[in-house]
Protein backbone atom coordinates (compact mmCIF):
# COMPACT_ATOMS: atom_id res chain seq x y z
CA UNK A 1 0.00 0.00 0.00
CA UNK A 2 2.70 1.93 0.98
CA UNK A 3 5.02 1.59 -2.32
CA UNK A 4 1.51 1.95 -4.71
CA UNK A 5 0.93 4.80 -2.56
CA UNK A 6 4.68 6.05 -3.16
CA UNK A 7 4.24 5.83 -7.08
CA UNK A 8 0.93 7.19 -7.03
CA UNK A 9 2.11 10.37 -5.85
CA UNK A 10 5.20 10.81 -8.02
CA UNK A 11 2.81 10.07 -10.98
CA UNK A 12 0.95 12.69 -9.62
CA UNK A 13 3.80 14.80 -9.32
CA UNK A 14 4.90 14.58 -12.63
CA UNK A 15 1.28 14.73 -14.09
CA UNK A 16 1.02 18.25 -12.33
CA UNK A 17 4.15 19.43 -13.63
CA UNK A 18 3.66 18.23 -17.14
CA UNK A 19 -0.13 19.94 -16.83
CA UNK A 20 1.46 23.10 -15.45
CA UNK A 21 3.75 23.56 -18.63
CA UNK A 22 1.52 23.17 -20.86
CA UNK A 23 -0.76 25.04 -19.04
CA UNK A 24 1.92 27.94 -18.89
CA UNK A 25 2.79 27.40 -22.77
CA UNK A 26 -0.67 27.73 -23.57
CA UNK A 27 -1.21 31.07 -21.34
CA UNK A 28 2.31 32.43 -22.09
CA UNK A 29 1.60 36.42 -22.28
CA UNK A 30 2.57 38.10 -25.83
CA UNK A 31 6.40 39.69 -25.68
CA UNK A 32 5.48 42.85 -26.74
CA UNK A 33 8.49 44.41 -25.69
CA UNK A 34 10.58 44.31 -28.63
CA UNK A 35 7.55 46.11 -30.64
CA UNK A 36 7.17 49.14 -27.96
CA UNK A 37 10.89 49.77 -27.11
CA UNK A 38 11.47 50.18 -30.72
CA UNK A 39 8.61 52.41 -31.10
CA UNK A 40 10.03 54.16 -28.30
CA UNK A 41 13.09 54.58 -30.36
CA UNK A 42 11.53 55.84 -33.25
CA UNK A 43 10.11 58.02 -31.37
CA UNK A 44 13.24 59.63 -29.72
CA UNK A 45 14.94 59.56 -32.96
CA UNK A 46 12.27 62.12 -33.87
CA UNK A 47 10.52 59.78 -36.87
CA UNK A 48 7.04 61.63 -36.06
CA UNK A 49 8.72 64.97 -37.93
CA UNK A 50 10.14 62.77 -40.50
CA UNK A 51 7.43 61.92 -43.23
CA UNK A 52 8.35 58.31 -44.33
CA UNK A 53 9.92 57.48 -41.17
CA UNK A 54 6.48 58.38 -39.38
CA UNK A 55 4.15 56.23 -41.82
CA UNK A 56 6.15 53.50 -40.54
CA UNK A 57 5.92 54.52 -37.12
CA UNK A 58 2.09 54.79 -37.28
CA UNK A 59 2.46 51.20 -38.86
CA UNK A 60 4.31 50.17 -36.12
CA UNK A 61 1.77 51.20 -33.94
CA UNK A 62 -1.10 50.23 -35.67
CA UNK A 63 0.42 46.21 -36.10
CA UNK A 64 1.28 46.41 -32.10
CA UNK A 65 -2.48 46.98 -31.41
CA UNK A 66 -3.25 44.62 -34.02
CA UNK A 67 -1.27 41.89 -32.28
CA UNK A 68 -2.44 42.93 -28.80
CA UNK A 69 -5.99 41.94 -30.30
CA UNK A 70 -5.55 38.74 -31.92
CA UNK A 71 -3.63 37.78 -28.85
CA UNK A 72 -6.66 38.56 -26.62
CA UNK A 73 -8.81 36.72 -29.04
CA UNK A 74 -6.19 33.89 -28.53
CA UNK A 75 -4.61 34.05 -31.68
CA UNK A 76 -1.51 33.57 -30.31
CA UNK A 77 0.84 32.77 -33.31
CA UNK A 78 -0.86 35.40 -35.48
CA UNK A 79 -0.26 37.80 -32.87
CA UNK A 80 3.28 36.47 -32.67
CA UNK A 81 3.67 37.11 -36.79
CA UNK A 82 1.92 40.52 -36.32
CA UNK A 83 4.75 41.43 -33.58
CA UNK A 84 7.22 41.07 -36.13
CA UNK A 85 5.81 43.57 -38.42
CA UNK A 86 5.80 46.16 -36.22
CA UNK A 87 8.80 45.29 -35.24
CA UNK A 88 10.40 45.44 -38.23
CA UNK A 89 8.35 49.00 -39.50
CA UNK A 90 9.27 50.32 -35.77
CA UNK A 91 13.29 49.06 -36.76
CA UNK A 92 13.06 50.89 -40.19
CA UNK A 93 11.40 54.18 -39.10
CA UNK A 94 14.44 54.49 -36.46
CA UNK A 95 16.72 53.76 -39.39
CA UNK A 96 14.65 56.32 -42.25
CA UNK A 97 15.18 59.23 -38.85
CA UNK A 98 18.55 58.30 -38.86
CA UNK A 99 19.06 58.57 -42.37
CA UNK A 100 17.32 61.89 -42.73
CA UNK A 101 19.67 63.61 -40.30
CA UNK A 102 22.74 62.25 -42.04
CA UNK A 103 21.42 63.10 -45.10
CA UNK A 104 20.59 67.25 -44.41
CA UNK A 105 24.43 66.61 -42.03
CA UNK A 106 25.94 65.66 -45.18
CA UNK A 107 24.42 68.24 -47.27
CA UNK A 108 25.41 71.45 -45.37
CA UNK A 109 28.80 69.48 -44.48
CA UNK A 110 29.22 69.67 -49.01
CA UNK A 111 27.89 72.97 -48.72
CA UNK A 112 30.05 74.19 -45.90
CA UNK A 113 33.26 73.35 -48.02
CA UNK A 114 31.67 74.84 -51.35
CA UNK A 115 30.96 78.28 -49.63
CA UNK A 116 34.08 78.43 -47.91
CA UNK A 117 36.09 77.81 -51.21
CA UNK A 118 34.16 80.78 -52.91
CA UNK A 119 34.50 82.74 -50.30
CA UNK A 120 38.30 82.22 -50.29
CA UNK A 121 38.95 82.24 -54.18
CA UNK B 1 27.04 36.92 -54.14
CA UNK B 2 24.18 36.86 -52.54
CA UNK B 3 21.93 38.89 -55.03
CA UNK B 4 22.90 35.54 -57.12
CA UNK B 5 22.13 32.97 -54.41
CA UNK B 6 18.88 35.15 -54.58
CA UNK B 7 18.13 34.67 -57.89
CA UNK B 8 18.80 31.11 -58.08
CA UNK B 9 16.32 30.38 -55.27
CA UNK B 10 13.68 32.65 -57.09
CA UNK B 11 14.39 30.80 -60.21
CA UNK B 12 13.86 27.64 -57.97
CA UNK B 13 11.16 28.75 -56.81
CA UNK B 14 9.43 29.37 -59.72
CA UNK B 15 10.53 26.62 -61.90
CA UNK B 16 8.52 24.08 -58.73
CA UNK B 17 5.91 26.21 -58.22
CA UNK B 18 5.28 27.47 -62.11
CA UNK B 19 1.71 29.03 -62.57
CA UNK B 20 0.11 26.93 -60.49
CA UNK B 21 0.48 29.03 -57.21
CA UNK B 22 0.91 33.12 -57.29
CA UNK B 23 2.86 34.57 -55.02
CA UNK B 24 1.30 36.62 -52.41
CA UNK B 25 1.89 40.74 -53.00
CA UNK B 26 3.76 40.65 -49.76
CA UNK B 27 6.61 38.52 -51.33
CA UNK B 28 6.56 40.32 -54.48
CA UNK B 29 7.19 43.38 -52.64
CA UNK B 30 10.04 41.84 -50.70
CA UNK B 31 11.75 40.20 -53.57
CA UNK B 32 11.75 43.81 -55.33
CA UNK B 33 12.84 45.79 -52.34
CA UNK B 34 15.57 42.74 -52.30
CA UNK B 35 16.45 43.81 -55.27
CA UNK B 36 16.41 47.18 -54.91
CA UNK B 37 18.85 47.17 -52.15
CA UNK B 38 21.37 44.97 -53.65
CA UNK B 39 21.31 47.25 -56.34
CA UNK B 40 22.71 50.26 -53.98
CA UNK B 41 25.37 50.90 -51.95
CA UNK B 42 24.14 48.29 -49.23
CA UNK B 43 26.09 45.74 -50.37
CA UNK B 44 29.55 47.74 -50.66
CA UNK B 45 28.90 49.64 -47.30
CA UNK B 46 26.19 47.34 -45.00
CA UNK B 47 26.79 43.39 -46.21
CA UNK B 48 25.14 42.53 -42.79
CA UNK B 49 22.29 44.81 -42.94
CA UNK B 50 22.04 43.06 -46.78
CA UNK B 51 22.36 39.86 -45.08
CA UNK B 52 19.69 40.28 -42.62
CA UNK B 53 17.38 41.05 -45.26
CA UNK B 54 18.56 38.00 -47.35
CA UNK B 55 17.73 35.74 -44.23
CA UNK B 56 14.32 37.05 -44.03
CA UNK B 57 13.59 36.98 -47.82
CA UNK B 58 14.89 33.25 -47.45
CA UNK B 59 12.49 32.26 -44.33
CA UNK B 60 9.50 34.39 -46.65
CA UNK B 61 10.64 32.14 -49.74
CA UNK B 62 10.86 28.59 -47.73
CA UNK B 63 6.99 29.65 -46.32
CA UNK B 64 6.42 29.91 -49.25
CA UNK B 65 6.91 26.99 -50.63
CA UNK B 66 5.60 25.17 -47.40
CA UNK B 67 2.31 27.28 -46.81
CA UNK B 68 1.90 29.39 -50.04
CA UNK B 69 -1.30 31.10 -48.57
CA UNK B 70 -0.63 31.24 -45.26
CA UNK B 71 -0.69 34.74 -43.00
CA UNK B 72 3.02 33.38 -41.80
CA UNK B 73 4.14 33.59 -44.99
CA UNK B 74 2.72 37.43 -46.04
CA UNK B 75 4.09 38.42 -42.50
CA UNK B 76 7.63 37.14 -43.05
CA UNK B 77 7.65 38.20 -46.70
CA UNK B 78 6.71 41.65 -44.91
CA UNK B 79 9.39 41.63 -42.53
CA UNK B 80 11.81 40.52 -45.40
CA UNK B 81 10.43 43.62 -47.49
CA UNK B 82 11.04 45.32 -44.36
CA UNK B 83 14.75 44.61 -44.22
CA UNK B 84 15.64 44.96 -47.31
CA UNK B 85 14.45 48.56 -47.36
CA UNK B 86 16.47 49.00 -44.08
CA UNK B 87 19.58 47.62 -45.74
CA UNK B 88 18.69 50.08 -48.26
CA UNK B 89 18.26 52.78 -45.76
CA UNK B 90 21.64 51.94 -44.17
CA UNK B 91 23.36 52.23 -47.65
CA UNK B 92 22.05 55.10 -48.03
CA UNK B 93 22.46 56.47 -44.73
CA UNK B 94 26.69 55.10 -44.36
CA UNK B 95 26.77 57.10 -48.05
CA UNK B 96 25.66 59.80 -46.93
CA UNK B 97 28.31 59.53 -43.67
CA UNK B 98 31.39 58.78 -46.17
CA UNK B 99 29.91 62.12 -47.79
CA UNK B 100 29.80 63.68 -44.92
CA UNK B 101 33.37 62.99 -43.56
CA UNK B 102 34.99 63.53 -46.85
CA UNK B 103 33.32 67.02 -46.70
CA UNK B 104 34.67 67.40 -43.60
CA UNK B 105 38.32 65.96 -43.93
CA UNK B 106 37.95 68.82 -46.93
CA UNK B 107 36.71 71.29 -45.13
CA UNK B 108 39.46 71.25 -42.88
CA UNK B 109 41.97 70.62 -45.14
CA UNK B 110 40.56 73.77 -46.97
CA UNK B 111 40.93 75.67 -43.45
CA UNK B 112 44.75 74.31 -42.79
CA UNK B 113 46.06 75.99 -46.29
CA UNK B 114 44.07 78.91 -45.97
CA UNK B 115 45.02 79.30 -42.08
CA UNK B 116 48.53 78.72 -43.86
CA UNK B 117 48.30 80.91 -46.40
CA UNK B 118 47.31 83.57 -43.62
CA UNK B 119 50.00 82.87 -41.74
CA UNK B 120 52.30 83.54 -44.54
CA UNK B 121 50.55 86.50 -45.75
CA UNK B 122 50.86 87.81 -42.76
CA UNK B 123 54.60 86.85 -42.60
CA UNK B 124 54.95 88.75 -46.07
CA UNK B 125 53.42 91.74 -44.64
CA UNK B 126 55.28 91.96 -41.38
CA UNK B 127 58.29 91.70 -44.24
CA UNK B 128 57.41 94.50 -46.13
CA UNK B 129 56.58 96.50 -43.27
CA UNK B 130 59.87 96.22 -41.40
CA UNK B 131 61.08 96.98 -44.90
CA UNK B 132 59.45 99.89 -45.09
CA UNK B 133 59.98 100.95 -41.46
CA UNK B 134 63.64 100.37 -42.24
CA UNK B 135 63.43 102.93 -45.06
CA UNK B 136 61.59 105.34 -42.91
CA UNK B 137 64.31 105.00 -40.16
CA UNK B 138 67.15 105.60 -42.85
CA UNK B 139 65.40 108.45 -44.15
CA UNK B 140 65.11 109.89 -40.82
CA UNK B 141 68.27 109.28 -40.19
CA UNK B 142 69.54 110.70 -43.42
CA UNK B 143 67.48 113.69 -42.32
CA UNK B 144 68.62 114.17 -39.22
CA UNK B 145 71.86 114.17 -40.44
CA UNK B 146 71.11 116.44 -43.30
CA UNK B 147 69.49 118.91 -40.45
CA UNK B 148 72.25 118.79 -37.90
CA UNK B 149 74.55 119.70 -41.42
CA UNK B 150 72.09 122.54 -42.29
CA UNK B 151 72.04 123.74 -38.68
CA UNK B 152 76.15 123.54 -38.33
CA UNK B 153 76.16 125.51 -41.53
CA UNK B 154 74.10 128.31 -40.83
CA UNK B 155 75.55 129.08 -37.57
CA UNK B 156 78.73 128.47 -39.09
CA UNK B 157 77.43 131.05 -41.91
CA UNK B 158 76.23 132.82 -38.85
CA UNK B 159 79.35 132.93 -36.95
CA UNK B 160 81.07 134.30 -40.48
CA UNK B 161 78.88 137.03 -41.20
CA UNK B 162 79.10 137.89 -37.92
CA UNK B 163 83.09 137.50 -38.22
CA UNK B 164 82.83 139.25 -41.41
CA UNK B 165 81.13 142.08 -40.03
CA UNK B 166 83.41 142.21 -36.72
CA UNK B 167 86.51 142.15 -39.40
CA UNK B 168 85.08 144.70 -41.58
CA UNK B 169 84.11 146.78 -38.24
CA UNK B 170 87.74 146.66 -36.78
CA UNK B 171 88.87 147.02 -40.53
CA UNK B 172 87.11 150.30 -40.98
CA UNK B 173 88.41 151.31 -37.33
CA UNK B 174 91.83 150.20 -37.85
CA UNK B 175 91.66 152.43 -41.37
CA UNK B 176 90.03 155.53 -40.05
CA UNK B 177 92.87 154.90 -37.47
CA UNK B 178 94.98 154.59 -39.81
CA UNK B 179 93.70 157.53 -42.40
CA UNK B 180 93.96 159.51 -39.33
CA UNK B 181 97.57 159.11 -38.42
CA UNK B 182 98.38 159.39 -41.96
CA UNK B 183 96.65 162.59 -42.47
CA UNK B 184 99.08 163.67 -39.63
CA UNK B 185 101.97 163.05 -41.48
CA UNK B 186 101.68 163.29 -44.77
CA UNK B 187 98.90 164.64 -47.30
CA UNK B 188 95.49 162.35 -47.48
CA UNK B 189 93.02 161.88 -50.32
CA UNK B 190 90.09 160.50 -51.31
CA UNK B 191 90.12 159.46 -54.76
CA UNK B 192 88.30 157.13 -57.02
CA UNK B 193 91.51 154.77 -56.74
CA UNK B 194 91.89 154.89 -53.48
CA UNK B 195 93.16 156.34 -50.76
CA UNK B 196 96.06 158.54 -51.89
CA UNK B 197 98.92 159.13 -49.38
CA UNK B 198 101.34 162.01 -50.59
CA UNK B 199 104.80 161.79 -49.45
CA UNK B 200 107.20 164.73 -51.19
CA UNK B 201 109.64 163.76 -53.65
CA UNK B 202 112.29 166.49 -51.19
CA UNK B 203 111.66 164.95 -47.75
CA UNK B 204 112.32 161.41 -49.23
CA UNK B 205 115.26 161.63 -51.83
CA UNK B 206 118.48 163.75 -52.50
CA UNK B 207 117.82 165.49 -56.07
CA UNK B 208 118.39 162.82 -58.97
CA UNK B 209 118.62 160.13 -56.41
CA UNK B 210 116.88 156.86 -55.39
CA UNK B 211 118.20 156.17 -51.79
CA UNK B 212 116.01 157.21 -48.75
CA UNK B 213 117.06 160.30 -46.19
CA UNK B 214 117.64 158.74 -43.00
CA UNK B 215 114.65 161.22 -42.36
CA UNK B 216 113.05 159.87 -45.08
CA UNK B 217 112.94 156.60 -43.10
CA UNK B 218 111.60 158.32 -40.01
CA UNK B 219 108.96 159.60 -41.97
CA UNK B 220 107.87 156.08 -43.46
CA UNK B 221 108.25 154.51 -40.35
CA UNK B 222 105.57 156.31 -39.20
CA UNK B 223 103.85 155.78 -42.35
CA UNK B 224 104.19 152.20 -42.24
CA UNK B 225 102.95 151.91 -39.01
CA UNK B 226 99.42 153.44 -40.19
CA UNK B 227 99.67 151.09 -43.54
CA UNK B 228 100.50 147.69 -41.08
CA UNK B 229 97.30 148.13 -39.12
CA UNK B 230 95.35 147.97 -42.92
CA UNK B 231 97.77 145.11 -43.87
CA UNK B 232 94.59 144.02 -45.64
CA UNK B 233 94.46 146.04 -48.44
CA UNK B 234 96.26 146.19 -51.93
CA UNK B 235 98.72 148.83 -51.93
CA UNK B 236 100.01 150.58 -55.12
CA UNK B 237 103.29 153.31 -54.72
CA UNK B 238 104.08 155.34 -57.72
CA UNK B 239 107.06 157.46 -57.99
CA UNK B 240 106.33 160.46 -59.93
CA UNK B 241 109.13 163.20 -61.28
CA UNK B 242 108.84 167.31 -62.55
CA UNK B 243 109.24 167.83 -66.55
CA UNK B 244 112.86 168.20 -66.09
CA UNK B 245 115.04 165.52 -68.04
CA UNK B 246 114.02 163.18 -70.60
CA UNK B 247 111.19 161.23 -70.05
CA UNK B 248 113.43 157.77 -69.83
CA UNK B 249 115.54 159.33 -67.44
CA UNK B 250 112.40 160.21 -65.08
CA UNK B 251 110.81 157.59 -65.86
CA UNK B 252 113.67 155.21 -64.85
CA UNK B 253 114.26 157.76 -61.53
CA UNK B 254 110.23 157.53 -60.88
CA UNK B 255 110.49 153.76 -60.78
CA UNK B 256 113.72 153.11 -58.23
CA UNK B 257 112.10 155.29 -56.01
CA UNK B 258 108.80 153.72 -55.96
CA UNK B 259 110.66 150.37 -55.75
CA UNK B 260 113.03 152.04 -52.79
CA UNK B 261 109.64 153.11 -50.87
CA UNK B 262 108.01 149.72 -51.52
CA UNK B 263 111.25 147.69 -50.06
CA UNK B 264 111.21 149.39 -47.48
CA UNK B 265 107.56 149.27 -46.93
CA UNK B 266 108.14 145.57 -46.95
CA UNK B 267 111.48 145.59 -44.76
CA UNK B 268 108.75 146.94 -41.73
CA UNK B 269 106.65 144.10 -42.35
CA UNK B 270 104.34 145.11 -44.90
CA UNK B 271 102.95 141.58 -47.28
CA UNK B 272 105.28 141.72 -50.29
CA UNK B 273 102.60 139.91 -52.64
CA UNK B 274 99.99 143.43 -51.43
CA UNK B 275 102.16 145.83 -52.19
CA UNK B 276 103.85 146.71 -56.22
CA UNK B 277 105.93 149.69 -57.26
CA UNK B 278 105.37 151.71 -60.90
CA UNK B 279 106.96 154.26 -61.69
CA UNK B 280 104.80 157.20 -63.51
CA UNK B 281 108.00 159.52 -64.98
CA UNK B 282 106.94 162.87 -65.43
CA UNK B 283 103.64 162.27 -67.31
CA UNK B 284 101.00 162.76 -64.17
CA UNK B 285 102.02 166.10 -63.07
CA UNK B 286 99.78 167.57 -59.65
CA UNK B 287 100.95 171.15 -60.05
CA UNK B 288 102.95 173.83 -63.04
CA UNK B 289 106.35 172.46 -63.91
CA UNK B 290 107.09 176.27 -64.67
CA UNK B 291 107.69 177.45 -61.29
CA UNK B 292 109.99 175.80 -58.67
CA UNK B 293 107.09 175.20 -56.08
CA UNK B 294 105.01 173.12 -59.03
CA UNK B 295 108.22 171.36 -60.00
CA UNK B 296 108.67 170.78 -55.85
CA UNK B 297 105.08 169.43 -55.56
CA UNK B 298 105.62 167.05 -59.04
CA UNK B 299 108.81 165.32 -57.36
CA UNK B 300 106.35 163.05 -55.10
CA UNK B 301 105.81 159.66 -54.52
CA UNK B 302 102.46 158.66 -53.86
CA UNK B 303 101.29 155.50 -51.76
CA UNK B 304 97.52 154.44 -53.36
CA UNK B 305 95.42 152.42 -50.37
CA UNK B 306 93.19 150.58 -52.88
CA UNK B 307 89.47 150.03 -51.69
Same mark, same amino acid.
Given at each position: ??????????? !?????????????? @???????????? #?????????????????? &???????????????????? +?? %???????????????????? &? #??????????????????????? | ??????????????? !??????? @????????????????? #???????????? =?? &???????????????????????????????????????????????? *??????? +? =???????? #???????????????????? =???????? *??????? !???????????????????????????????????? %???? /???????????? !????????????????????????????????????????????????????????????????????? /???????? =????????????????????????? /?
Amino acid at each position: MKHVSKIGIMV !FAVAVVATAIVAGC @ANAPLRTEASTS #GIRAAEEAGAAKVPQASL &HLQLAKEELELAKGLAAKGE +KE %KAASMLLRAEADAELAVVLS &H #GDAEKSEAMAAVERVRQLRQDNQ | MKTLQFLILVTFVAL !FIGCATV @APNELVNARSAYQLASQ #GSAEQLVPAELH =KA &HEALVLAEQSFLKDPDSQKTKDLAYVAQRKSEQAGALGAMAADKASKD *KANADFR +K =KQTEIVKQ #GKQDLSDSEQRTAAAQAEID =KQAAVKEV *KDKSDAE !FQKQQAEIVKQGRQDLSDSEQRTAAAVAELAAIAAV %KEEE /RGLVVTLSGGVL !FRSAESTLLSSAKVKLDQVANALLAVRARNLIVEGHTDSQGSASYNQGLSQRRADAVRDYLVQRGYPTD /RIQARGKG =KGSPIADNASPEGRANNRRVEIIIE /R
